[in-house]
T-cell receptor, first 115, second 112 residues
Framework: DVKVTQSSRYLVKRTGEKVFLECVQD?????MFWYRQDPGLGLRLIYF???????EKGDIPEGYSVSREKKERFSLILESASTNQTSMYLC??????????????FGPGTRLTVL | AQTVTQSQPEMSVQEAETVTLSCTYD???????LFWYKQPPSRQMILVIR??????QNATENRFSVNFQKAAKSFSLKISDSQLGDTAMYFC?????????FGKGTHLIIQP
């Protein structure tokens, strides 16, 4: 089974802090994604990565950056956290090979609160 | 840009009943994928069912089936013999070029 793990289930930070959210997948997937989930808005794509050191902006990249130094790990960075970044953050990965089912597999989520 | 609309923010049915969740989408693409994901209170997003747009046959997974109407851009999910464990948020999603676009979700409650 595909396993996607996220470093924290719950995180509380102060306004202005630099925040790192880590995501690791164990299936050698090329594609990885970061979403935020807010009530009534569904999931919105922040950034995604096709491969190591590659990144693409999603629908709501403002205030975020990402890093992918190794294939299995995709980090979301909040350079200076703000209260409007309080949200649930979900990481996902996907195999892009010929046999891919195009399914994205999700981690358990990190609920971030910025005070 | 693609949009996905789920018009039912919340639904509630009795255990063992059949329930249908609606989803419509807007796209100019011809080849794409559609998904239903389930998010129980534990928050883990779980794939329920997927459909390739080029396949006319509706996908089925045990008690879960879809009614895919490509011309109408409709992709509804039917849950038969609903169970208490089906209580969750359900998200419809459209995929093209590796990117998923989600609807806002339907909160399904199964009453005992």
């Amino acid at each position: 089974d595909v396993k996607v793990t996220q470093s924290s289930r719950y995180l509380v930070k102060r306004t202005g802090e630099k925040v790192f959210l880590e995501c690791v997948q164990d299936m050698d997937h090329e594609n990885m994604f970061w979403y935020r989930q807010d009530p009534g808005l569904g999931l919105r794509l922040i950034y995604f990565s096709y491969d190591v050191k590659m990144k693409e902006k999603g629908d709501i990249p403002e205030g975020y950056s990402v890093s992918r130094e190794k294939k299995e790990r995709f980090s979301l960075i909040l350079e200076s956290a703000s209260t409007n970044q309080t949200s649930m953050y979900l990481c996902a990965s996907r195999d892009s090979g010929r046999a891919s089912t195009d399914t994205q597999y999700f981690g358990p989520g990190t609920r971030l609160t910025v005070l | 840009a693609q949009t996905v609309t789920q018009s039912q923010p919340e639904m509630s049915v009795q255990e063992a009943e059949t329930v249908t969740l609606s989803c419509t989408y807007d796209t100019s693409e011809n080849n794409y994928y559609l998904f239903w994901y389930k998010q129980p209170p534990s928050r883990q997003m779980i794939l329920v069912i997927r459909q390739e747009a080029y396949k006319q046959q509706n996908a089925t997974e045990n008690r879960f089936s879809v009614n895919f109407q490509k011309a109408a851009k409709s992709f509804s999910l039917k849950i038969s013999d609903s169970q208490l464990g089906d209580t969750a948020m359900y998200f419809c999603a459209f995929m093209k070029h590796e990117v998923l676009t989600f609807g806002k979700g339907t909160h399904l409650i199964i009453q005992p």
